[in-house]
């Protein structure tokens, strides 16, 4: 079992930045891909950026540009930072681990508020 803590949300005005943190209760370098989804009020959860083991990483197109994925395989931490926030970022954001042949694993959730 893996499990997922996520933490860095809060309230930000529009333009604004935040950092997202995901730590992992396992060796991170075990895990097959990485990443953050997110989910609206409403809608349905959606990719915002992801990384696999072989260090390849992927955005969503509102993420291009304005947030990076990072990893620390010391810290066994997985950050998102978003910069240039906007109000259609509103959402909670849930921190995912990917493990061939284990399945999905994924956090609590944090929320994150943009205010225009």
């Known amino acids: 079992q893996v499990q997922l803590v996520e933490s860095g949300g809060g309230l930000v005005q529009a333009g604004g930045s935040l950092r997202l943190s995901c730590a992992a209760s396992?060796?991170?370098?075990?895990?097959?891909?990485m990443g953050w989804y997110r989910q609206a009020p409403g809608k349905q959860r959606e990719l915002v950026a992801t990384?696999?083991?072989?260090?390849?990483?992927n955005y969503a197109d509102f993420a291009k540009g304005r947030f990076t994925i990072s990893r620390d395989n010391v810290k066994n931490t997985v950050d998102l930072e978003m910069n240039s926030l906007k109000p259609e970022d509103t959402a909670v954001y849930y921190c995912?681990?990917?493990?061939?042949?284990?399945?999905?694993?994924w956090g609590q959730g944090t929320q994150v508020t943009v205010s225009s």
């Open positions: 995912n681990a990917y493990i061939f042949r284990r399945g999905n694993y």
């Open positions: 396992t060796s991170i370098s075990s895990i097959n891909a």
């Open positions: 990384f696999t083991s072989g260090g390849v990483t």
